[in-house]
Nanobody, 118 residues
């Protein structure tokens, strides 16, 4: 599996961003997928997940602001982020659920930096 997130950037509080993650795997449609984030000095956390069938779940702090979706034909998972807050500032990663393990370690692939200014 290869994971490449993109779409991050600098945005003012209240603004929006749409993140994309290209997933190189043969059977993408069978995987649950998640968006994670890691803020400076903090542990990585799961913020949104989507099942193979499209059922979604969100961390309480992003409910109503973030929307996760997937395009199985393009092996891509998205995160639409609205009403962004400075506390959303982090590097965002996507991963399979459970996370992909390579050589005994979780593989994270390329993340994308989101910076929200106040």
């Amino acid at each position: 599996v290869q994971l490449q997130a993109s779409g991050g950037g600098l945005v003012q509080a209240g603004g929006s961003l749409r993140l994309s993650c290209a997933v190189s795997v043969l059977t993408f449609s069978t995987y649950a997928m998640g968006w994670f984030r890691q803020a400076p000095g903090k542990q990585r956390e799961l913020v949104a997940r989507i099942s193979p069938g499209g059922t979604t779940n969100y961390k309480d702090s992003v409910k109503g602001r973030f929307t996760i979706s997937r395009d199985n034909a393009k092996n891509t998972v998205f995160l639409q982020m609205n009403s962004l807050k400075p506390e959303d500032t982090a590097v965002y990663y996507c991963n399979t659920l459970p996370p992909t393990v390579v050589a005994g370690r979780i593989y994270w692939g390329q993340g994308t930096l989101v910076t929200v200014s106040s």
